[in-house]
T-cell receptor
Framework: GENVEQHPSTLSVQEGDSAVIKCTYS??????FPWYKQELGKGPQLIID?????GEKKDQRIAVTLNKTAKHFSLHITETQPEDSAVYFC?????????????FGTGTRLKVLA | NAGVTQTPKFQVLKTGQSMTLQCAQD?????MYWYRQDPGMGLRLIYY???????DKGEVPNGYNVSRLNKREFSLRLESAAPSQTSVYFC??????????????FGNGTRLTVT
């Protein structure tokens, strides 16, 4: 069935360094790829998303890249700060299935070391 | 603007007890969802409501029931709680009809422990 694999499960970086989280999806019909950040004790919050007609999208220190041929997409955080420490989830949604068909990755716990 | 509000934040139940988790959104969203989050499993969809008056099963519906009370409110009921239902439960909403992909807006969760 449809699946999203996310790596790594944990990631530690020094403050100021970059962090990269990768996801691979199985359904080639997927066309919407959001990323969520979850802080301790809170619900996931959307931080950036990308649609299949775009290869890259940036928002300040955050960027997402999409490779439809290889069926993978990545989150890039530059100049990391302690407040970036959180769990990050990727998701993929097949174009024909709607929002209720979000398939989430299993999450990456990012620690930014001061 | 509160967004998505869930109550209670924490709950401990004994096996066999029942309870209802409440969720309300003030964003005038059409669609609402219930997810559970377990370590290493990501987020799994329990039930969703595409619009007021409709509900459908998600990936893991067994042991749960839902009610879309009105456009704002979507509740999740455990009729006879089991230890396997120990989890963090998240309610979410999205603005458009589910046939159009749109971002999910999550509440802050209910942490449920069943002993």
């Amino acid at each position: 069935g449809e699946n999203v694999e996310q790596h790594p499960s944990t990631l530690s970086v020094q403050e100021g360094d970059s962090a990269v989280i990768k996801c691979t999806y199985s359904d080639s019909a997927s066309n919407y790829f959001p990323w969520y950040k979850q802080e301790l004790g809170k619900g996931p919050q959307l931080i950036i998303d990308i649609r299949s007609n775009v290869g890259e999208k940036k928002d300040q220190r955050i960027a997402v890249t999409l490779n439809k041929t290889a069926k993978h997409f990545s989150l890039h955080i530059t100049e990391t700060q302690p407040e970036d420490s959180a769990v990050y989830f990727c998701a993929a949604i097949p174009s024909t299935s709607g929002t209720y068909k979000y398939i989430f990755g299993t999450g990456t716990r990012l620690k930014v070391l001061a | 603007n509160a967004g998505v509000t869930q109550t209670p934040k924490f709950q401990v139940l004994k096996t066999g007890q029942s309870m209802t988790l409440q969720c309300a959104q003030d964003m005038n969203h059409n669609s609402m969802y219930w997810y559970r989050q377990d370590p290493g499993m990501g987020l799994r969809l329990i039930y969703y409501s595409a619009s007021e008056g409709t509900t459908d099963k998600g990936e893991v519906p067994n042991g749960y029931n839902v009610s879309r009370l009105n456009k704002r409110e979507f509740s999740l009921r455990l009729e006879s709680a089991a230890p396997s239902q120990t989890s963090v439960y998240f309610c979410a909403s999205s603005g458009r009809n589910p046939s159009y992909n749109s971002p999910l807006h999550f509440g802050n969760g209910t942490r449920l422990t069943v002993t």
